[in-house]
């Protein structure tokens, strides 16, 4: 099947970045200090809603990534919105780093692809 390869990549990306956001999660409800020195005022509100934002977040990328090894849809379709939103967000990051950005953005591009033509028959 075409992609199969490729959807197995994204599975496993989207579980090591289910557990990073768990982890980090964690970390900013319990007032961890590896995020911030001098004070906790985000966009979002405090640490404690973003970290309530990112474990959420990172428990949705597990339950994809579990659920693309299971061949669901769920899984496809969250990876493809996560893929892209990682672009976007890799994108908006170009200023600070941008070789990193430019690498992740590739990748997340690869996986979306990857997940948008899983499951057509091959083109001889």
Known sequence: MRG????????????????????YGIGAISDANFYTSNGTHYVFGDLHTWGWITLILGVIQLTAGFSLFGGGAYGRVIGIIAASLG?????????????WSLGVFAICLWVAH??????????V
């Open 4 to 23: 199969a390869g490729r959807v197995v990549f994204a599975a496993v990306l989207l579980l090591i970045a289910g557990t990073l956001n768990v982890i």
């Open 87 to 99: 672009a976007l967000g890799a994108l908006l990051a170009i200023g600070t780093v941008p070789f």
């Open 114 to 123: 990857g997940l948008i033509i899983y499951g057509e028959p091959e083109q």
